[in-house]
């Protein structure tokens, strides 16, 4: 089955291109939007088989619906922030927004043409023979892999994302007096929502959408996206080397060249490569090797020192055995989290950092803890994954005590609390995370209107 997308909101027009889709070929089958919201919601669905996409600008929305229904530049902008699938064909009467929509594809490397819909039968004389041709060469696109099981694992990826937002805005909000984080959790004394995520969860939400749209982390992709996603939203607190080379991403820089040069040639050691991996743990949960390779694929496209990438395996490993130990009480299960850990995790000042959190016993105070292990006031790997590994370990059956105790150790409390966050929430599952902080926690893009209206009424 190969699909053929479209944007159109004319019926006449829709009926046209259903007919010149019969006409490629019994293999190819038409899916239909009419407003860009929905199709933005809708279409990464479809990407897998999809081998062309036609897209119209201005679009109508009918007087019942009594929403927005966007155009088509806002579609192009949303595919702009991947790395290309197919083709695209704009069909719009609108010159000048099809030459905004061209440019955004063009420059994100999709290879685009422009059809005019002029006289009648423009659809079978003009857009189907540029189908064809365009079907029938070879374009610079990537591939999507999706896995068999790839729903399954992205229900746990997003499981693990909304624990590591959650623990990412209530350590933000908290951070300023972390020693009453124990208390205000402890009582739920907490403002309501909407709780802000910082750069943790939007570098997180790049990883997450790259997996969810291809299936296997892609690094040209991943570099993509965290441009795409600071470029509309740069003020999420990110650190002053990332905005660095987040800003030459932008310009066109290569990843490799833009995170090799980070300090000096040495490679940033901090905690970015950690901070938001443990989805990516939880996609690849299954294979805890994989987990390892994939971690530090994700980690090198920002962070290429050796402790840098260190910590992001070990986050990512620590994830993936939460998830694996999910349903165990067993007692050993501490030293199964730390020792499969640590076996995955390349010698380091890291991995020495995780072999006295491993020693320390669980009664100690978060503050203790956070004297012996660091607690990421440095925003170094090493001074921050060690401790946040200890709270994750020393509660990996209760999320709101594992968030209590990374943020009341003070430090980088936002990252310590979304590193726990995206690793406890994958041992409870998503009944144990409060439902009121579910419901507080800042919406994220791809989650649908609907699921959000739901959201807002219950
Ligand atoms: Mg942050």
């Given at each position: 089955?190969?699909?053929v997308?479209?944007?159109?909101?004319?019926?006449?027009?829709?009926?046209?291109?259903?007919?010149?889709?019969?006409?490629?070929?019994?293999?190819?089958?038409?899916?239909?939007?009419?407003?860009?919201?929905?199709m933005?919601?809708?279409?990464?669905?479809?990407?897998?088989?999809?081998?062309?996409?036609?897209?119209?600008?201005d679009?109508?929305?009918?007087?019942?619906?009594?929403?927005?229904?966007?155009?088509?530049?806002?579609?192009?902008?949303?595919?702009?922030?991947?790395?290309?699938?197919?083709?695209?064909?704009?069909?719009?009467?609108?010159?000048?927004?099809?030459?905004?929509?061209?440019?955004?594809?063009?420059?994100?490397?999709?290879?685009?043409?422009?059809?005019?819909?002029?006289?009648?039968?423009?659809?079978?004389?003009?857009?189907?023979?540029t189908?064809?041709?365009?079907?029938?060469?070879?374009?610079?696109?990537?591939?999507?892999?999706?896995?068999?099981?790839?729903?399954?694992?992205?229900?746990?990826?997003?499981?693990?994302?909304?624990?590591?937002?959650i623990?990412?805005?209530?350590g933000?909000?908290?951070?300023?007096r972390?020693?009453?984080?124990?208390?205000?959790?402890?009582?739920?004394?907490?403002?309501g929502?909407?709780?802000?995520?910082?750069?943790?969860?939007?570098?997180?939400?790049?990883?997450?959408?790259?997996?969810?749209?291809?299936?296997?982390?892609n690094?040209?992709?991943?570099?993509?996206?965290?441009?795409?996603?600071?470029?509309?939203?740069?003020?999420?607190?990110?650190?002053?080397?990332?905005?660095?080379?987040?800003?030459?991403l932008?310009?066109?820089?290569?990843w490799?060249?833009?995170?090799?040069?980070?300090?000096?040639?040495?490679?940033?050691?901090?905690?970015g490569?950690?901070?938001?991996?443990?989805?990516?743990g939880?996609?690849?949960?299954?294979?805890?090797a994989?987990?390892?390779?994939?971690?530090?694929a994700?980690?090198?496209?920002?962070?290429?020192?050796?402790?840098?990438?260190?910590?992001?395996?070990?986050?990512?490993?620590?994830?993936?055995?939460?998830?694996?130990?999910?349903?165990?009480?067993?007692?050993?299960?501490?030293?199964?989290?730390?020792?499969?850990?640590?076996?995955?995790?390349?010698?380091s000042?890291?991995?020495?950092?995780?072999?006295?959190?491993?020693?320390?016993?669980?009664?100690?105070?978060?503050?203790?803890?956070?004297?012996?292990?660091?607690?990421?006031s440095?925003?170094?790997?090493?001074?921050?994954?060690?401790?946040a590994?200890?709270?994750?370990?020393?509660?990996?059956?209760n999320?709101?005590?594992?968030?209590?105790?990374?943020?009341?150790?003070?430090?980088?409390?936002?990252?310590?609390?979304?590193?726990?966050?995206?690793?406890?929430?994958?041992?409870?599952?998503?009944?144990?995370?409060?439902?009121?902080?579910?419901?507080?926690?800042?919406?994220?893009?791809?989650?649908?209107?609907?699921?959000?209206?739901?959201?807002?009424?219950?």
């Amino acid at each position: 089955m190969r699909s053929v997308l479209i944007l159109e909101d004319k019926p006449d027009r829709l009926e046209g291109f259903r007919k010149a889709v019969r006409s490629l070929g019994s293999e190819f089958v038409i899916r239909e939007w009419s407003t860009a919201t929905s199709m933005i919601a809708e279409c990464e669905e479809h990407l897998e088989n999809t081998v062309l996409i036609s897209l119209d600008h201005d679009l109508v929305a009918e007087p019942s619906a009594g929403v927005d229904p966007g155009t088509g530049l806002h579609v192009a902008l949303h595919l702009a922030g991947y790395l290309p699938v197919c083709p695209v064909v704009i069909h719009s009467s609108n010159t000048d927004a099809s030459w905004s929509m061209h440019n955004e594809l063009r420059f994100a490397g999709w290879q685009v043409e422009r059809v005019g819909p002029i006289g009648d039968d423009w659809i079978s004389g003009t857009w189907l023979p540029t189908a064809r041709s365009l079907l029938s060469a070879r374009s610079a696109s990537v591939t999507l892999r999706r896995p068999a099981d790839h729903i399954e694992r992205m229900k746990r990826t997003l499981l693990s994302l909304e624990g590591l937002a959650i623990g990412d805005a209530l350590g933000e909000m908290l951070s300023y007096r972390c020693g009453e984080a124990g208390r205000r959790i402890a009582e739920r004394d907490l403002v309501g929502g909407p709780w802000f995520h910082t750069d943790d969860t939007e570098m997180a939400l790049s990883i997450v959408e790259v997996l969810r749209l291809y299936g296997f982390l892609n690094q040209d992709a991943l570099a993509r996206r965290f441009a795409w996603r600071f470029q509309r939203d740069p003020d999420r607190g990110y650190g002053s080397m990332t905005r660095k080379q987040l800003y030459e991403l932008q310009a066109g820089g290569k990843w490799q060249a833009t995170a090799g040069a980070a300090f000096g040639g040495q490679g940033s050691m901090g905690n970015g490569g950690a901070m938001r991996v443990a989805p990516l743990g939880a996609y690849f949960a299954d294979n805890i090797a994989q987990v390892a390779g994939e971690s530090k694929a994700s980690c090198v496209v920002t962070h290429t020192h050796p402790e840098g990438i260190a910590g992001a395996i070990a986050v990512a490993v620590a994830a993936a055995v939460a998830w694996q130990q999910r349903e165990s009480s067993s007692s050993s299960r501490r030293r199964v989290f730390f020792d499969t850990v640590l076996t995955h995790t390349p010698p380091s000042n890291v991995r020495e950092g995780i072999e006295r959190a491993a020693q320390l016993p669980e009664t100690f105070s978060a503050q203790d803890a956070a004297r012996v292990l660091g607690n990421g006031s440095l925003v170094t790997s090493q001074d921050t994954v060690p401790f946040a590994l200890w709270c994750a370990a020393k509660h990996l059956d209760n999320y709101p005590d594992a968030l209590a105790t990374a943020i009341c150790g003070g430090g980088d409390c936002d990252t310590n609390a979304a590193i726990v966050g995206g690793i406890v929430s994958l041992a409870v599952g998503h009944n144990m995370l409060p439902a009121v902080w579910r419901e507080a926690r800042e919406r994220f893009p791809f989650e649908k209107p609907q699921e959000r209206d739901k959201r807002s009424k219950t």
